[in-house]
């Protein structure tokens, strides 16, 4: 377990008059429901970073012609909060989501976040909020930090004031039914980002771009969609909002991090596991006609997706210009089964976490 330091403007607690009631998480949709403070602080040009604080959960007022609100200047994370059987609260690789805010920010403009903030900021909240990370089997606080450009100015460049704010919700298992895999449909017209783009960020604006082919798959039936590269349509890129890893031959094969391919602290961690476990590893360009191929001659063992949301997501089926591959007789395969436990393992603090992952906040 690693602890940081406090070297960083003391944090201003305002503790909420009343609290809220703790909802049953039993079918609660995601990220609905908010836990009693937030964590905020702002930005000036000139002055900086300044007056971190907790308060209780509360609309923002922001001038309308906020700059977030028109040219979408805009990124956040995606973390949880685990509790584990000992009753700590444990945070899984929170460096590395501190890193990617930053990297984040550079695309976007955006001013560097000090690491130690984000840090801290975690800690006062998730120390304030520990009741709201629930304890039940599966179950987590999710954490959304994230930084928009609150200047009001209609002119295209980058805003003068910032708002960095930490909001979290309790969410529930998000396998109830357990772990099944899930129909896929490959997307070929609309992409989700293109190199030298901000795909490699998390913005709002790569979502925004999503949710069209995301919405015309489920309603014929899929989970997800299959991004393709916005170049020439043939190469895998990410499936929804997770990265994508196969199981060809033997080795396991993922697409490359060229820039249109967000990269996922949960693919990190699977990769550093794979390899411990001494899996060959191929992170590497792979065509969608090398994948159907692949699943019609066999070769094509497994397929899932990784983030922080679902962890690890079976494929079971992938649909590309009408027609279906069935991969791994269409049931969870035993690798991907593996990568579950222990991942989940180490994040809820049942598993020994060799690579020292979890930070324990209180
Ligand atoms: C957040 C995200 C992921 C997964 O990242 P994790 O750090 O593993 O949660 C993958 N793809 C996209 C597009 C994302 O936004």
Redesign the pocket.
Known sequence: MKESVTRVEKIKIERAQRFKEKPSLDGIPFGTYFSDHMFLMDYDEGRGWHDPRVVPFANFELSPAAAVFHYAQEIF???KAYRSPKGDVLLFRPA??AK?LNSSAERLCIPQLPEEYFMEGLKALIGLDRDWVPSIPDTSLYIRPFIIATSAQLGVHASAQYLFAIITCPVGSYYPEGLNPVRILIESDDV??VRGGT?YT?CGG??AA?IRAGQRAENQGYSQVLWLDGIDRRHIE?V????VMFLIGGKVVTPALTGS?????????CLDLLRDWGYEIEERALTVDELVAAAENGALGEAWG????AVISPIGEITYRGSVSIIGGGKIGALTRKLYDTLTGIQWGKTEDKFAWSVKVC
């Open positions: 994370e995606g973390m590395e989501n990617r989700r980002a795909g998390k790569n979502y999503s990410e929804g909002s997770m990265n391919v967000l990269p996922g602290i949960t693919r990190k961690s990784t983030g922080t949301a």
